[in-house]
């Protein structure tokens, strides 16, 4: 079994929180509230995964993906101790430290000034966050492991007074969109960016031959 994410969320900012809530099938989530997002191979694997989290830990799940590469759960509650101990019981489980994860790697991280009217309306027909407004920055980030871009989001809302308009979390790749001033999206693309690098881990080299 292959452990490709594990994060700890301190905190859900309020437009994570508000996000993951109205897109998700589970239990819905709160700002303040502390959560785990780990993502495993074999997808089915996700399963067993789950069932340790609920019986070890007083925690909710709010996501559970089970595809046939890869499986995905976030599970959240009010107090970090029991996210936590849900957290230490799922890598006991497995045989891993949190150091055995892939270390995510950045694909692409741009930003664009000044948006055009048009293409602001093009993304927010496919949007699930804010609206991207014309003359805005927008900033966007493309990771492997896909979950990294929960972690991306959420630390960069907590430096600086963005906007999130769409997340992608699941699937081959992560996709995070923010907007704001040009000088909020290069705050805030700069602590997502040193939050990721910080992430330590096993050497990401599925993304390497993906890159290759």
């Known amino acids: 079994m292959q452990l490709r994410t ?6 859900y900012q309020p437009q994570l929180a508000s996000y993951t809530a109205a897109t998700i099938g589970g ?7 502390a959560s785990i997002w780990i993502e495993v191979a074999p997808g089915m694997a996700i399963n067993r995964v789950t069932d340790i989290a609920q019986k070890s830990s007083e ?4 996501v559970i993906v089970v595809e046939r590469a890869f499986g995905v759960l976030e599970v959240h509650a009010l107090a970090q101790d029991i996210v936590l101990e849900a957290g230490r019981q799922i890598l006991q489980y ?6 055995d994860r892939l270390t995510p790697k950045i694909f692409s991280s741009e930003i664009i000034t000044d948006m055009d009217p048009y293409q602001c309306m093009l993304i927010n027909r496919g949007r699930k966050g804010n609206l991207l407004l014309p003359g805005q920055a927008l900033y966007i980030l493309e990771v492997h492991p896909a979950a ?12 600086s007074p963005i906007f999130l308009i769409d997340i992608e979390p699941i699937g ?8 704001g001033s040009e000088s909020a999206i290069h ?8 939050a990721l ?16």
């Open 6 to 11: 594990y994060i700890f969320l301190d905190s």
């Open 27 to 33: 239990y819905l989530t709160i700002p303040g509230e």
């Open 59 to 62: 925690v909710r799940p709010g």
């Open 94 to 99: 497995l045989n891993y430290k949190e150091q």
């Open 148 to 159: 990294y871009a929960v972690y991306a989001a959420n630390e960069a809302e907590k430096a």
């Open 172 to 179: 081959a790749f992560g996709r995070l969109y923010l907007s």
């Open 187 to 194: 705050e805030a693309a700069k602590a997502a960016e040193l």
């Open 197 to 212: 690098a910080s992430v330590q881990g096993v050497p990401n080299t599925e993304a390497l031959s993906r890159n290759a």
